[in-house]
């Protein structure tokens, strides 16, 4: 059994005593602050800024450790646009149209192709010595097409029997959407937030009449195909041996 903690005897050890746990208290407060700051970065980095009461202590609590986001953030910025180092070049799994520029020739001479090569100002030969390429970016408008599917009836000289090929599938049933027509409607508008008022008006500056009506039409029974990778996704969820949900409340 432990002894009984002797109760000091004197006014001078009372007083070391005090001082003692007033030490053990402010270390004990300050590992508490360190720990919160500690817990608001982490949160502030994974859900955002919720509360700036503890920007003003960041310096005093964590040392010099506080400004390190600061100095990330400053290093993540975009470069200038007038720095050297950036690669201005055009991606190059782009196709590229050649289109080739000749100045003005006469038609003293002919190359192998049966172009005139000659040279305006003394009529000799011209030859190539180099040439200069640059590129420009360009962008070809999207486009409708109709696919008419064609089934020949075929009948038997001798049996008199029709043969015929059975109609091809579609998306959506007596529906005119082709697959691909109706995968760029659903992209503009749940990954674009394009609203199907605005792609009916784009649609029809292509001289293509879409009501936005059948338009919704088109992504309601749109959803119904997409049933099978809803289910397939939802097995390899819960295929895994824990599962985390994000309950952070989103204003709308």
């Not at 030859?127 to 599917?149: C, M, N, T, W």
């Not at 409607?185 to 394009?194: E, M």
């Amino acid at each position: 059994m432990p002894a009984p903690h002797q109760p000091p005897q004197n006014i001078d050890e009372l007083l070391r005593i005090i001082a003692a746990r007033d030490s053990e208290v402010a270390l004990l407060k300050l590992m508490v602050d360190k720990l919160k700051l500690q817990l608001l970065r982490r949160v502030r980095s994974e859900f955002g800024t919720s509360s700036e009461q503890w920007s003003a202590q960041m310096a005093l609590i964590d040392g010099g450790q506080a400004e390190v986001p600061a100095q990330t953030k400053a290093a993540s910025k975009q470069a200038p646009a007038n720095d050297a180092q950036i690669d201005r070049s055009l991606p190059a799994h782009l196709p590229r149209d050649v289109q080739e520029h000749l100045p003005p020739t006469s038609n003293t001479h002919h190359d192998s192709n049966s172009q005139p090569c000659g040279c305006t100002a003394c009529g000799a030969r011209l030859r190539k010595i180099g040439q200069d390429v640059s590129e420009q970016l360009e962008y070809v408008p999207a486009h409708f097409k109709v696919i008419r599917h064609v089934r020949p009836k075929l009948a038997c000289v001798a049996c008199h029997a029709i043969f015929q090929a059975s109609a091809p599938s579609r998306p959506i049933a007596r529906g005119v959407a082709g697959a691909g027509l109706l995968a760029h409607v659903l992209v503009s508008k749940y990954c674009d937030h394009l609203p199907l008022y605005r792609q009916s008006g784009i649609y029809a500056r292509s001289g293509v009449e879409l009501d936005r009506s059948t338009l919704a039409g088109w992504v309601d029974q749109a959803d119904q195909l997409l049933d099978p990778l809803v289910a397939a996704l939802g097995r390899y969820t819960l295929a895994a041996a824990k599962l985390h949900a994000d309950d952070t409340p989103v204003p709308v």
